[in-house]
């Protein structure tokens, strides 16, 4: 059997990886600044992260959502505490877009509406309601196209002034938007959307699967603005690896038996992983590392002439040059052994890394960067 071919990949194997670096089968050492994809919070094999997973392994992996797991609870009690969210209720499962999933169902079930407001170049997940809140025609099939979803422009007040009625089942919005290239919406703009989906019964969705966690320099990106939202979805940095992903759900939703459900969901090593990362992010204090790091990058980089515009807030960072970034991208890579991210914006790097990433690490990639802006080449 072959693999079905839907990834462009780069010719590099990792076998070994730790804290914010990978090594190839020949020993060559990378510097991940993409945490593949903003997916490593606490760093590659955390020893404590990998200590609990093994010692879980060794006692019980997985059973079912038909019998009582109580690290179900201790996530949920840890995840309240350190973000701040603790009147929310949890429901675990799996994947960023089986979150999204879930919190649109959810706001539908709440309000009985189908109307879904969504923010232009948003990425929201591959599957079914996910993909038609996500705007990108490529990976929208046919009999995923919704005519019930409204996208309005970043930032636009008076188009979502419009676009936000009574028929409003819910407003999905990234805390700050990745891959449509790192675009922070206003504090103005999130207050605005939280007020007019009060006035209107919608449902405020604020997907954190990737700005969440505590990437951002607050556990929430949409923290800076201060707004509750009615749900809230996370992933990636949750597991540091470990596939799990969840929806926080505030106190307007009563809990139904069967509304929501999941085989793999919240399962022994999946709660097992998230709590450990838990542990990890408060014991060492990496949010505020976010901060720190991210501030240093900026300025560091911050006089670079072909640089037209540093987006985002903490450790999710986007470096807009004045031409298509790919080639560069590509020189880093082969030439400096260091991993960036894409966006759809073709002008835009994504800088990602593990939220405990050293001044060390960092200054690896500003001298590599400098080098590549003063000696570009063309790869194929
Ligand atoms: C903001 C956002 N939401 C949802 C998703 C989908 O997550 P997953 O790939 O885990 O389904 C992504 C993935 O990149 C994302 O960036």
């Not at 675990?92 to 999204?100: F, K, P, T, V």
Request: proline fraction near 2%; aromatic fraction near 8%.
């Amino acid at each position: 059997m072959k693999i079905f071919d839907v990834y462009p990949i780069f010719d590099i194997e990792p076998v070994k990886a730790s804290g914010s670096y990978l090594w190839d089968k020949s020993g060559v050492q990378y510097l991940d600044l993409y945490g593949g994809h903003a997916v490593i919070s606490v760093g590659h094999s955390h020893p404590y992260y990998v200590a609990k997973i093994t010692e879980q392994l060794n006692k019980i992996g997985f059973y079912s959502n038909s019998i009582k797991i109580s690290l179900q609870e201790e996530l949920a009690e840890k995840l309240g505490k350190l973000s701040g969210c603790e009147n929310y209720s949890l429901f675990l499962c799996n994947s960023g877009a089986e979150a999204n999933e879930n919190a649109l169902k959810l706001a539908s079930f709440e309000n009985g509406r189908k109307k879904v407001v969504a923010i232009k170049k948003a990425f929201h997940g591959r599957t079914s309601l996910a993909v038609a809140a996500t705007d990108d025609k490529s990976i929208v099939s046919p009999i995923n196209e919704k005519s019930d979803v409204v996208f309005v422009g970043m930032n636009d007040e008076s188009a979502i002034e419009s676009a936000i009625d009574k028929t409003t089942c819910a407003v999905i919005i990234e805390g700050i938007q990745g891959v449509g290239g790192v675009k922070v919406p206003a504090d103005s703009f999130l207050k605005k959307i939280k007020l007019l989906c009060e006035k209107n019964n919608a449902i405020l969705i604020l997907d954190e699967v990737q700005s969440g966690y505590g990437r951002s320099g607050k556990f929430f990106a949409h923290q800076y603005s201060e707004i509750k939202p009615d749900i809230i979805t996370v992933a990636k940095g949750m597991g540091n690896g470990f596939p799990v992903a969840g929806v926080l759900i505030s106190e307007k939703f009563n809990a139904k038996h069967g509304v929501l459900g999941t085989t793999f969901g919240g399962n022994h090593l999946a709660c097992t992983a998230a709590i450990a990362v838990l542990d990890i992010i408060k014991n060492e204090k990496l949010v505020d590392n976010a901060i720190e790091m991210g501030k240093y990058i900026t300025t560091e980089i911050s006089s670079i002439k072909e640089i037209k515009e540093i987006r985002g807030k903490g450790l999710m960072l986007g470096i807009e040059l004045n031409f298509n970034c790919n080639e560069l991208r590509k020189q880093l890579l082969f030439e400096h052994n260091i991993f960036t991210g894409s966006a759809s914006d073709k002008n835009t790097i994504r800088i990602l890394p593990a939220l405990n990433i050293r001044k060390t690490d960092i200054d690896v990639f500003i001298e590599a960067f400098s080098k590549v802006l003063t000696n570009q080449k063309q790869y194929t």
